[in-house]
T-cell receptor
Framework: LAKTTQPISMDSYEGQEVNITCSHNNIATNDYITWYQQFPSQGPRFIIQGYKTKVTNEVASLFIPADRKSSTLSLPRVSLSDTAVYYCLVGGDNQGGKLIFGQGTELSVKP | DVKVTQSSRYLVKRTGEKVFLECVQDMDHENMFWYRQDPGLGLRLIYFSYDVKMKEKGDIPEGYSVSREKKERFSLILESASTNQTSMYLC????????????FGPGTRLTVT
């Protein structure tokens, strides 16, 4: 299963765009890339998932280059409420979707 | 909305006690998972189950067992609790066709003294 590497922490200001990059050099052909958000004292929450190129939803965008060895989560115009830990996951199959959570990136948004 | 509930938010147990952590999901999901979360280590998968009475070991199964007698309920068992099992325990569930989107419960903070 592919391991992921992402920055431990990032700082930003309200209204800025935040890009968090995740490295996953050993990603397998059938692996998906999934991002989760976790607030203190809560379980993680699914944000976005992709396989290749670009995926966008109402919360974020996910950019995946052709070699799929990395991915970038983009949060447009962050607010204070986006302060959380963001996890990049790679993996999953039709037998339970075994995923590996890395250490996550602690994003701090300042006013 | 999918709801995943866990039996306790906070639990304090003594070393050597048998501990049961219960998780229930209400969306008829096939897959259920148990993770533990520790500072600096992120979430680590303990066990998962893709069907009733089926279970698979995750990355750190030692010292734990699980039970899934009904589709909606997945239990984590610490046969003899130890202080190094003090942690936040998170349960999750997912649909079989969308295994990558997991729905998490609020977590149980277990302290073993």
């Amino acid at each position: 299963l592919a391991k992921t590497t992402q920055p431990i922490s990032m700082d930003s200001y309200e209204g800025q765009e935040v890009n968090i990059t995740c490295s996953h050099n050993n990603i397998a052909t059938n692996d998906y890339i999934t991002w989760y958000q976790q607030f203190p004292s809560q379980g993680p929450r699914f944000i976005i998932q992709g396989y290749k190129t670009k995926v966008t939803n109402e919360v974020a965008s996910l950019f995946i280059p052709a070699d799929r060895k990395s991915s970038t989560l983009s949060l447009p115009r962050v607010s204070l409420s986006d302060t959380a830990v963001y996890y990049c996951l790679v993996g999953g199959d039709n037998q339970g979707g075994k995923l590996i959570f890395g250490q996550g990136t602690e994003l701090s948004v300042k006013p | 909305d999918v709801k995943v509930t866990q039996s306790s938010r906070y639990l304090v147990k003594r070393t050597g006690e048998k501990v049961f952590l219960e998780c229930v999901q209400d969306m008829d999901h096939e897959n259920m998972f148990w993770y533990r979360q520790d500072p600096g280590l992120g979430l680590r998968l303990i066990y998962f189950s893709y069907d009733v009475k089926m279970k698979e070991k995750g990355d750190i199964p030692e010292g734990y067992s699980v039970s899934r007698e009904k589709k909606e309920r997945f239990s984590l068992i610490l046969e003899s609790a130890s202080t190094n099992q003090t942690s936040m325990y998170l349960c999750a569930s997912s649909l079989s066709d969308f295994a990558y989107e997991q729905y998490f419960g609020p977590g149980t903070r277990l302290t073993v003294t």
